[in-house]
């Protein structure tokens, strides 16, 4: 099983990203996704999560006007669209993938079974 995270990088403020991560080995439909971020010298937070069937999404409320979470099951992809960077965005972003066979997202890190390897956004003033 393998996700795999792809489209950080170094931005300027005010830019826009979109994050990636392909789930592999598993049927990606079956599993709810999510994203997390673990600032420089702060623990790691939960961002995002989405359904298995993308119908039902949460974005933590202090980004929420900024980015927004998706999901294509046909290619077996997540999304993070992030607008409107601020350096405070910096993080290393990590997509994860926690089983479920309900209509609802996780946001609790044990929820979830596998994890990305990370994609680093820097955000420069």
């Known amino acids: 099983v393998q996700l795999q995270a792809s489209g950080g990088g170094l931005v300027q403020a005010g830019d826009s990203l979109r994050l990636a991560c392909v789930l592999s080995?598993?049927?990606?439909?079956?599993?709810?996704m999510g994203w997390f971020r673990h600032p420089p010298g702060k623990e790691r937070e939960f961002i995002a999560g989405?359904?298995?069937?993308?119908?039902?999404?949460f974005v933590k409320e202090h980004v929420r006007r900024r980015f927004t979470i998706s999901r294509d099951n046909a290619k077996d992809t997540v999304y993070l669209q992030m607008n409107g960077v601020v350096p405070e965005d910096t993080a290393v972003y990590y997509c994860?993938?926690?089983?479920?066979?309900?209509?609802?997202?996780?946001?609790?890190?044990?929820?979830?079974?596998?994890w990305g390897q990370g994609t680093l956004v820097t955000v420069s003033s």
């Open positions: 989405i359904s298995t069937n993308g119908r039902t999404k």
């Open positions: 994860a993938a926690g089983r479920n066979t309900g209509s609802y997202y996780y946001s609790l890190t044990d929820e979830y079974t596998f």
């Open positions: 080995g598993r049927t990606f439909s079956d599993y709810a």
